[in-house]
């Protein structure tokens, strides 16, 4: 019998089939969404949390704060409540609704700011004035740790070592930063592609940076190519993943849909795999699938 931990990860490998432009090319999207916590970010939270406490920096008794744009809070608010610590999720205001409503159903308390950057200050400066411990997915290495024990031997795994391409939205950088990490060790050819919003698009998950907001973690060499994806691609790209493969996800599983599809056009041959990030029932009040 297995806890909700245990099914964190191992989330399956789905070909894209009526999307691909090209026969000699092989698509896949690994569905996140499939995690307890319904995203990719319950690999991290989860991670985080354990490193944590198994190095002596939190216990039981330690009150976390954490700055997100959604699934890594759900994912912390879930992780935190199956170890009974409790956590303060900052997040902006603009979230859509069922991502307050989930971090609140699983027991953490939200506060919700004006943009993330604000989100981030705010919770620096309570956990540097000691009310609660910050987890800082942005620096912390335990993020990406995560994917390099488990999302990138999983592909490596699925794909029976032939994948050639990594494709995956770039928000804190650490699912790209792990998976690039194991990839490249097994085979320095695989190109690993992050893909960003346009300067004039807002994605959600998705980031473009300001120089001092630019996550700690991220290491630009461990990145081969980074394409650009409109908010306009992201979300026809999401629903076009819905309609026509089957996939109900959100708009950074479509702007890194929207990148290995791209992708597959320019290439002669190849094995494509990108994230598909989280479950599209997180955005149904908003206009995505509208």
């Not at 391409?165 to 699912?175: K, L």
């Not at 991220?218 to 493969?245: N, Q, Y």
């Not at 041959?269 to 599209?280: K, L, N, P, S, T």
């Amino acid at each position: 019998m297995a806890g909700i931990i245990d099914l964190v990860g191992n989330t399956p490998l789905v070909e894209i089939t009526r999307l691909n432009p090209n026969p000699k090319v092989r698509i896949f999207a690994k569905l996140e969404g499939n995690n307890p916590g319904g995203s990719v970010k319950d690999r991290a939270a989860l991670n985080m949390i354990r490193s944590a406490l198994e190095r002596g920096d939190i216990n039981k008794n330690t009150s976390l704060i954490e700055a997100t744009s959604g699934n890594t809070g759900i994912a912390l608010a879930m992780i935190a409540s199956l170890y009974g610590i409790e956590i303060e999720l900052v997040m902006p205001s603009n979230s859509t609704r069922e991502r307050t409503l989930t971090m609140e159903a699983f027991g953490a308390k939200v506060t919700l700011l004006e943009g993330i950057e604000l989100c981030r200050d705010y919770a620096e400066e309570k956990a540097a004035s000691g009310q609660s411990y910050q987890l800082n997915q942005f620096a912390n290495p335990d993020n990406y740790w995560a994917h390099y024990k488990t999302t990138g031997p999983e592909i490596w795994r699925d794909t029976e070592q032939k994948i050639t391409h990594f494709v995956s939205s770039m928000g804190t950088t650490g699912t790209i930063m792990g998976c690039s990490r194991f990839l490249k060790e097994k085979s320095p050819t695989i190109q690993i592609v992050g893909c960003q919003p346009t300067e004039d698009s807002s994605i959600p998950g998705i980031r473009r940076w300001p120089e001092a907001y630019l996550p700690k973690i991220f290491e630009p060499s461990r990145v081969d190519r980074i394409m650009d994806i409109s908010e306009i691609e992201a979300t026809e790209m999401s629903r076009k993943l819905a309609k026509m493969e089957g996939i109900f996800a959100g708009m950074s599983s479509g702007g890194a849909a929207s990148a290995a599809i791209r992708l597959a056009s320019e290439l002669e041959e190849g094995m494509i795999v990108f994230i598909a990030c989280d479950r599209g029932d997180r955005y149904l009040s908003s206009n995505l699938f509208g």
